[in-house]
């Protein structure tokens, strides 16, 4: 059952439920860039974001990460364990794009190795500024060692993301995390989807993510569909 809405995201908007220790977390169609400056509602988002991100946090439970997905209520509904969210976007980053190439002096595609941790804080008025350890732990927002825990999580998930996707053909440039305290653990919580990635085709270099929208490089929807049919045929025909 649905309870007060608690927070309402660009994409995602999450639900109190009758038990405290569960929210459930409904995917929109809404797709935002640049801080929300682009948007557009585009049929089957949702549903898209919702199957990979489900499919990404079970991969991720049988090989013992702990994230707060519980199980899916219907297409675009996730019922989750209901974290107290650190505010704080944990990228790891494989070759450099994006943001890495605009404000530092590395060609897009460069490898990373071994790759790169950064963490902004999630703040969208102040333009989720780029956060480092000392002010992570000064401002008390982590222990060193709750960090340190995070740190090592994110590396683990990259290289099961990875392994994943090169299966494919497919390269994981970089991704987005965000973590939660709950019961005295840190679990994985947001979501996991094309929408916080970055992958390219290994041949081709195309992109089969969000860049698709952000840099108006063609129809998104299609390249999710697409991407879905490479790596989760089973689930994408759910979208025939
Ligand atoms: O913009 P930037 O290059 O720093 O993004 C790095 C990665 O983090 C990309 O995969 C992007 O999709 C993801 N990201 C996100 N949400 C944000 C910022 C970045 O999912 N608010």
């Known amino acids: 059952?649905?309870?007060?809405?608690?927070?309402?995201g660009k994409a995602?908007?999450?639900y109190g439920t009758s038990d405290p220790d569960e929210l459930v977390v409904v995917f929109r169609d809404?797709?935002?860039?640049?801080?929300?400056?682009?948007?557009?509602?585009l049929k089957d988002k949702g549903r898209f974001n919702a199957a990979a991100s489900a499919f990404f946090m079970e991969l991720l439970a049988s090989h013992t990460i702990a994230t707060h997905f519980i199980r899916m209520d219907d297409t675009i509904t996730m019922r989750v364990r209901h974290l107290a969210m650190i505010p704080l976007e944990v990228i790891i980053r494989n070759r450099a794009a994006g943001?890495?190439?605009k404000r530092y002096p590395v060609a897009e595609g460069t490898v990373l190795d071994p790759p790169i941790i950064t963490i902004d804080y999630k703040d969208d008025a102040r333009g989720d500024p780029m956060m480092n350890d000392e002010i992570i732990c000064g401002l008390g927002i982590l222990t060193p060692?709750?960090?340190?825990?995070?740190?090592?999580?994110?590396?683990?998930i990259n290289t099961i993301l990875c392994d994943f996707f090169a299966g494919y053909g497919i390269a994981l440039i970089d991704f987005k995390l965000e973590f939660g305290r709950y019961k005295g653990e840190i679990l994985l919580g947001d979501e996991i989807s094309m929408d916080s990635m970055r992958l390219w085709d290994e041949k081709t270099r195309e992109s089969l993510d969000k860049d698709v929208y952000r840099e108006n490089k063609g129809d998104v929807i299609k390249t999710y569909h697409t991407l879905l049919s490479r790596i989760l045929p089973e689930i994408d025909e759910e979208f025939d």
């Open 1 to 8: 059952m649905f309870e007060e809405t608690l927070y309402q």
């Open 99 to 101: 943001s890495m190439v």
């Open 145 to 156: 060692a709750e960090l340190e825990e995070i740190k090592e999580k994110t590396r683990r």
């Open 12 to 14: 995602k908007t999450l």
């Open 30 to 41: 809404d797709i935002t860039a640049f801080n929300g400056e682009k948007h557009d509602i």
